[in-house]
């Protein structure tokens, strides 16, 4: 009758008592783990507690809440955090009664405490400017959350932004009846502040896209935003300042290691662009203009259907296993290359930067940095034998572009 569904992400010290507290429930018949490549042996301590673990296909919350639903099969799906906690066994029931009862179709869950710092200051005084109809929920960003089968699956989970924040919103848009209950539960509200930071993005950035969605606010505005946003996060040094401290990296070849095959002109094909890709490659900037129209929606859609060779995933965990900061390399857009980075998760994607406006590629490019070896180098303060290249057209660039110091390590 009921499937809950955790997304996890290294979430294994605390998952076993979250999978206990689902299984307390007479009315659960299923618990599902959905797992986002973790290194720290999280599916394992899913397994051994209990609960059925799926391999997510896509980096992030919203991808695993996706493929939890996909594999769901109870009428009422409920979503908890791998950092959920309560002292109450009965919190499953308190969640699903409301809509086992016919009084609402989404239910969030409340800790029954003051609003922690980011939903005071963000959400809420933005929910209450664009949407004063969700005001009055006290934690509308609250992860645990119950859901009627039949409206979950009319709406779309978001892959990016705040997925939690979305689904009340769209789920209110949709007609939805919804509803808050107060659980036993608890919640860190210790943050650092470049966490906060990160998080309150998340929550402006889902609220300004809804708002403009939902005709409250001028979408071109909201499109702007986030295509300098996007433009700033793409950039490789903004990249790489995420990453200070780490000591070995793994660069992989998109197309040679990850794809078998070319990525671009894959992409390309299934966009309608892939004579005039052909055509001017490896001119980036001619390229560029052949993909100008195309929607960053349509991009992404065709990198994520894009085949993997077999065991490109397992590759790239085993490697973060190890101590590695993995990097996928394009010689597209990086557009692709984040999209498969995200589907291998990976640390982060390399490719020449296609321009948008309105969320539409304008025909305009930056190109990556090159030499990359020495680029990365000189920013992580890193020497090339902490480098190991995957890919026969790394290695011969590296054999390149490092001649004045000691060869990384070739694969």
């Known amino acids: 009758m009921i499937s809950v569904v955790i997304p996890t992400h290294n979430e294994g010290a605390n998952l076993d008592s979250v999978i206990w507290l689902a299984s307390q429930s007479p009315l659960v018949s299923e618990i599902l783990v959905v797992d986002d490549g973790s290194t720290n042996g999280t599916p394992e301590a899913a397994m051994r507690a209990g609960a059925r ?135 860190d509200d210790r943050h650092p502040l470049a966490q906060l930071d990160e998080l309150a993005t998340e929550v402006v950035r889902t609220i300004m896209h809804r708002a403009a969605l939902y ?27 995420r990453m200070k401290g780490c000591e070995r990296v793994v660069l992989i070849d998109l197309d040679t290691e990850l794809a078998g095959g070319d990525a671009l002109r894959f992409v390309a094909d299934r966009v309608g662009r892939g004579g005039c890709v052909a055509a001017y490659r490896p001119d980036a900037a001619a390229v560029a203009q052949c993909l100008e129209g195309v929607s960053r929606e349509e991009l992404v859609d065709a990198a994520r259907q894009m085949p993997l060779r077999p065991g490109a995933v397992e590759l790239v965990v085993n490697l973060r296993k190890e101590g590695y900061r993995v990097g996928v390399v ?71 572009t490092v001649e004045q110091f000691a060869e990384p390590m070739l694969v």
């Open 53 to 187: 673990v799926i391999p997510s296909s896509v980096l992030g919350r919203g991808g695993s809440m996706a493929d939890g639903l996909r594999a769901a099969t109870g009428e009422v799906v409920v979503y908890l955090g791998g950092d959920f906690e309560s002292a109450d066994d009965r919190v499953i029931e308190q969640m699903a009664r409301p809509i086992l009862g016919g009084q609402a179709d989404l239910v969030k869950a409340a800790g029954g405490v003051k609003s922690n710092r980011l939903t005071t200051l963000t959400a809420k005084p933005l929910l209450a400017t664009f949407f004063p109809e969700l005001e009055h929920f006290n934690e509308p960003l609250s992860g645990a959350v119950a859901v009627h089968r039949p409206l979950l699956e009319r709406l779309q989970i978001d892959l990016d932004g705040h997925v939690d924040l979305a689904l009340l919103i769209d789920a209110y848009f949709a007609g939805g009846r919804l509803a808050e209950v107060t659980v036993n539960a608890s919640r």
């Open 330 to 400: 394009s010689e597209g857009f990086d557009v692709i290359a984040e999209t498969v980075r995200r589907r291998v998760f990976a640390d982060f994607g390399v490719g020449h930067h296609l321009h948008f406006a309105g969320g539409r590629a304008t025909g305009a490019v930056t190109e990556a940095p090159q030499p990359l070896l020495i680029h990365l180098m000189n920013h992580l303060a890193i020497g090339p034998e902490q480098i190991v290249v995957m890919g026969d057209r790394l290695v011969e660039a590296s054999l390149h």
């Open 215 to 241: 005709g409250r606010l001028s979408i071109g505005q909201v499109q702007r935003v986030d295509d300098a946003e996007r433009r700033a996060k793409a950039e490789l040094p903004a990249m790489l300042h």
